[in-house]
Nanobody, 125 residues
Framework: QLQLVESGGGLVQPGGSLRLSCAAS????????IGWFRQAPGKEREGVSC????????NYTDSVKGRFTISRDNAKNTVYLQMNSLKPEDTAVYYC??????????????????WGKGTLVTVSS
């Protein structure tokens, strides 16, 4: 069973940056499309960004476009989420999730097979 561990969360001031990592173990990550999700207190979980197996397809929810960048390093079995110009409304627990797929160029926010336990991002002055 694929295991995912998120890291890189923390407290940052508005306008600051963080880079989240999603490290996989037990299986090669390149069999999976990966999504980043977040859940803020009192809100439903939402898809933030996703990346295809090849890395050639990425997607971002509107609220983070131009500020967040997703990438993957299959050799390191890790996916990253670079978050810049952070806002208080970005405060949430961030989760990565994996979807095994035969399609190299597809990513999506549903039907995920494996989830990490999350890392907390707090944006506050």
């Amino acid at each position: 069973q694929l295991q995912l561990v998120e890291s890189g969360g923390g407290l940052v001031q508005p306008g600051g940056s963080l880079r989240l990592s999603c490290a996989a173990s037990r299986f090669p990550l390149d069999y999976y499309a990966i999504g980043w999700f977040r859940q803020a207190p009192g809100k439903e979980r939402e898809g933030v960004s996703c990346i295809s197996r090849s890395g050639g397809t990425t997607n971002y929810t509107d609220s983070v476009k131009g500020r967040f960048t997703i990438s993957r390093d299959n050799a390191k079995n890790t996916v990253y989420l670079q978050m810049n110009s952070l806002k208080p409304e970005d405060t949430a627990v961030y989760y990565c999730a994996a979807k095994r797929t035969v399609n190299y160029d597809l990513c999506r926010y549903y039907g995920m097979d494996y989830w990490g336990k999350g890392t907390l991002v707090t944006v506050s002055s």
